[in-house]
């Protein structure tokens, strides 16, 4: 546990998005445990499942989870971007394309074929098509191949200790540094 006379001045903006993924490095994020309740000392949540606030506004720090699968991640992808000081990958989906990337093996528009003409029991052959659907691409990828991205966090997903340990060395002007007990996924 952190004293507080360890607090910085200033509580760094923090925000938080999970992109196409199962959303584990945020439940990583509350398994800190009593962890999360020190760091609600240190930082103030933007964008996050923890306020409920849709768009990221300005923040000294953006953790995202995830890959880019459709247009919509890419959107939300460079809002990030474009207003996190500094912006993290956690997670195997947004470091390397991780389980969103398996389908990179298909062709998207003979998945969609097969499913909405093909299959047993389908009424209307028709692919949804509606302003609401956001599009596919054609390969999901890892964040970095859309933005630039400052630091990455591995794992599947990684620890909430991971997590924390990095976000407090970067709060407190340290390099994030992650040891080996930390990134080990025996």
Same mark, same amino acid.
């Given at each position: 546990?952190?004293?507080?006379? $360890?607090?910085? $001045? &200033?509580?760094? &903006?923090?925000?938080?998005?999970?992109?196409?993924? @199962?959303?584990? @490095?945020?439940?990583?994020?509350? /398994?800190? /445990? $009593?962890?999360?309740? /020190?760091?609600? !000392?240190?930082?103030k949540f933007d964008r996050s499942p923890l306020t409920d606030i849709k768009h990221c506004g300005s923040c000294d720090i953006g953790f995202i989870e995830g890959g880019v699968c459709n247009s919509e991640n890419v959107h939300v992808l460079r809002e990030f971007r474009n207003n996190c000081r500094t912006l993290i990958a956690v997670g195997?989906?947004? %470091?390397?394309?991780?389980?969103?990337?398996?389908?990179?093996?298909? /062709?998207? &528009? $003979?998945?969609? &074929?097969? %499913?909405?003409? !093909?299959?047993?029991?389908?009424?209307?052959?028709?692919i949804p098509n509606d302003i609401e659907l956001p599009l596919l691409l054609d390969k999901a990828r890892p964040i970095n191949e859309v933005v630039r991205v400052d630091y990455f966090i591995p794992g599947c997903p990684p620890s909430g200790d991971a997590i924390f340990k990095f976000l407090t060395d970067f709060i407190y002007g340290r390099t994030p540094r992650l040891d080996y007990p930390l990134i080990r996924f025996d």
């Open positions: 546990m952190l004293s507080l006379q $360890e607090t910085p $001045e &200033r509580k760094l &903006r923090v925000a938080t998005v999970s992109l196409a993924g @199962c959303f584990g @490095c945020h439940m990583s994020f509350l /398994d800190m /445990d $009593e962890n999360l309740l /020190d760091l609600f !000392e240190l930082v195997a989906c947004a %470091v390397n394309g991780g389980l969103p990337a398996l389908r990179n093996q298909l /062709d998207v &528009r $003979e998945v969609l &074929r097969e %499913v909405y003409f !093909e299959q047993p029991g389908v009424v209307s052959s028709t």
